[in-house]
């Protein structure tokens, strides 16, 4: 049984930081390549970040700079410091084996003074 577990989100200020974190289970992690997508309301789903299993990155371009995605094969966690954050980043965060169709409950951020 699959199952993926978003956590760290919260109520942070523009200019603030937060590391997000997703554990997985149910799946051999280190082959996956691994992402984070986010949803505003309103909006569509859109990916954020990814990271292969040999670790090449990319992101979206409102993010670079700012986002960094890591992995922990060892611990089957995958990670998104977010830096310098903006109300546009506000969102619920999710974590995605890019091949296969499982979501997680999400991670709410939320940027606001």
């Known amino acids: 049984q699959v199952r993926i577990v978003e956590s760290g989100g919260g109520l942070v200020q523009p200019g603030g930081s937060l590391r997000l974190s997703c554990t997985v289970s149910?799946?051999?992690?280190?082959?996956?390549?691994m992402e984070w997508y986010r949803q505003a309301p309103g909006n569509q789903r859109e990916l954020v970040a990814g990271?292969?299993?040999?670790?090449?990155?990319n992101y979206l371009d409102s993010v670079k700079g700012r986002f960094t995605i890591s992995r922990d094969n060892a611990r089957s966690t995958l990670k998104l410091q977010m830096n310098s954050l903006t109300p546009e980043d506000a969102a619920v965060y999710y974590c995605?084996?890019?091949?296969?169709?499982?979501w997680g409950q999400g991670t709410q951020v939320t940027v606001s003074s």
């Open positions: 995605k084996a890019a091949s296969l169709p499982y």
């Open positions: 149910g799946i051999n992690f280190r082959i996956y390549q």
């Open positions: 990271i292969t299993s040999g670790g090449g990155t």
